[in-house]
């Protein structure tokens, strides 16, 4: 392998949304930083199965508040 080529492979803490913590090695950031996710699998949708649900006006419902009718 070459020399001086690759990324610094250090040690990082990840913080979860729940605000769980771990440590992992990572080439992201300088040692010690700390990542914060916005979205984990303890809290999207993909891995928990469960939907939100948002308010959104329909198109009908937009046009008729729009145009008074």
């Known amino acids: 392998m070459k ?3 690759h990324p610094d492979y250090h ?3 990840v ?3 729940d605000g769980t913590e771990f440590k992992t090695r990572s ?3 300088k040692k010690g ?3 914060t996710l916005l979205i984990d699998p303890k ?3 993909a891995y928990t ?3 939100k649900m948002m308010d959104f006006e329909g198109r009908v419902d937009k046009f008729n508040k ?3 009718r």
Do not use: A, F, L, N
């Open 27 to 29: 080439t992201w950031g």
């Open 11 to 13: 040690e990082i803490t």
């Open 43 to 45: 809290s999207h949708p």
């Open 33 to 35: 930083d700390k990542m």
């Open 3 to 5: 020399q001086d080529i």
């Open 66 to 68: 729009r145009y008074g």
């Open 49 to 51: 199965g469960k939907r």
């Open 15 to 17: 913080v979860m949304t």
